[in-house]
């Protein structure tokens, strides 16, 4: 029984660090995509958060913090301080907003509604640094972010949707 227990530690530990390597992966491969001309400079898709929302599914919650922080370090080291802070908020905050709503089997949101969560909280995270950071001339990006979050977080959700089945047929990945 104690290398049954074992062997799911090892198990954890590979998919969270197999997950963070992805998500750094997809940040990095997201950073060559020009900004969108129409919307805010800086905004992006979030393609390093297709890692979290499986990791949302298969991992516990500290897993799924730790890709989190993973990323959040990422930008620290790629482009500086202000955006590791960003970053964090809204990794910490979008990561526990997803894993509540994955696990709360009382309320069905599907991943839909999880990854457009995940986006809102994650603009939302990086709106409330920016506060302190910048004033609360930042408040007026609240409606845009709304709108941003909507789309970025369907698009996220879909390509999990679609790419989930091939992706737990991996073993490590099984439930």
């Known amino acids: 029984m104690g290398n049954v227990k074992i062997n799911r530690r090892l198990i954890y530990v590979a998919r969270g660090s197999l997950l963070a390597a992805v998500a750094v992966v997809l940040s990095i491969l997201e950073s060559f995509i020009p900004d969108i001309p129409f919307v805010l400079p800086g905004m992006k898709l979030g393609l390093g958060n297709l890692a979290v929302l499986l990791a949302v599914e298969i991992c516990p919650l500290p897993m799924v913090i730790y890709i989190a922080c993973v990323r959040a370090l990422f930008s620290l080291v790629t482009r500086g301080a202000t955006a590791f ?3 964090f908020a809204g990794a910490i905050l979008s990561s526990l907003v997803m894993y509540l709503l994955a696990q ?7 991943c839909l509604g999880i990854g457009v969560a995940g986006a809102f909280t994650h603009n939302l995270g990086q709106l409330m640094v920016a506060f302190f950071v910048v004033g609360e001339a930042v408040a007026g990006y609240f409606p845009v972010l709304v709108l941003f979050s909507v789309v970025t977080g369907a698009i996220t959700s879909l390509v999990h949707y679609f790419t989930l089945p091939a992706i737990t047929r991996i073993s490590i990945f099984r439930h």
């Open 85 to 87: 802070l960003m970053s």
């Open 104 to 110: 709360n089997k009382s309320l069905h949101f599907g």
